[in-house]
């Protein structure tokens, strides 16, 4: 038995020698691909406030890369995520309440390889994504659903592909991306599984100057779906605001946004809604 375990921990042994001569890195710094700032299907926490009807956006969620390969002349990572964003409608009881909530959770692989100006990336990530109504869709007083709506079974699980390019300018950067995603399994099954996004990120760091000793940077993005829910439509989230500190590290952002298209909460995905929001999120990659 004890020869058993010491061959064990010798062939352990030997695959960490020789993960570490093949230039692999057990949870490596950072994220190496960025959540896209105005994707809302991405992982982050933060805020967001609707002027128009009082409702919050309140988004929980991280992901971290736990593996990476030095292969092809880049960087190969392996990550996780987990994630939810819930709609907030109401405050009562010294409580938030919850309308409805998104659900994500899975995995993803990112590749990057980089040019003295420029750099290419490129993630594959696989998510399951369910709908719920919670707390704050029922009435109590009355024993119903409130306007008569009942909770959706609500389930994609999909595969995305999403390939950029960063552009690096001495001021900032412009970023631009396209990606394809594909559900093995939808439900109500009248949604399409085929989906498409594109969208781009400008940000320059030379238009304020530093607080508090750290880099701030104004930024654009844009990010575009067409989805079929069940016909093919085009769904935008526009953000104009600010980042306290590095692009590509910690910060807190500030941001006004314009979104329109299917509404972000699939328990509603039958809803065509334009909303302008203000709000806040942190990044601690």
Known sequence: MVSKKLLLIFIFAALIVEAQEANFNFLPAGVQFLPHKANHQEARIGVLYY?????????????IDLFEFMVFNGTLRFGIEFMAYALSTNYQGRRLQIDAIDGFFGGN????????????????????????FVDGHYDMDNEKWKDDIKPIPFTQDFGEINAGHKIFLDYGGFYYYGGVAYSTLVRP???????????????????IDSIFGKEVNI???????????????????????????SWKG???????????????FSEYYYRRVKELGIGFFVEYF
């Open 51 to 63: 002027p128009q009807n009082g409702h919050l956006k309140v988004d929980v969620g991280n992901n």
């Open 109 to 132: 692989m990112s590749f990057k390889k980089s040019s003295e100006d420029s750099q290419f990336l490129f993630r594959f990530r696989i998510i399951h994504n369910s709908a719920h």
């Open 189 to 207: 099954a009248l949604i399409q599984k085929y989906s498409f996004s594109a969208g781009f990120e400008y940000h320059r760091n030379d238009v």
């Open 219 to 245: 930024f654009l993005a844009s990010h575009l779906r067409y989805v079929g829910m069940p016909d093919y439509e085009p769904s935008s989230n526009n953000l104009l605001g600010l980042k306290f500190g």
């Open 250 to 264: 910690k910060g807190i952002v500030f941001y006004i946004s314009y979104y329109y298209g299917n509404n972000m």
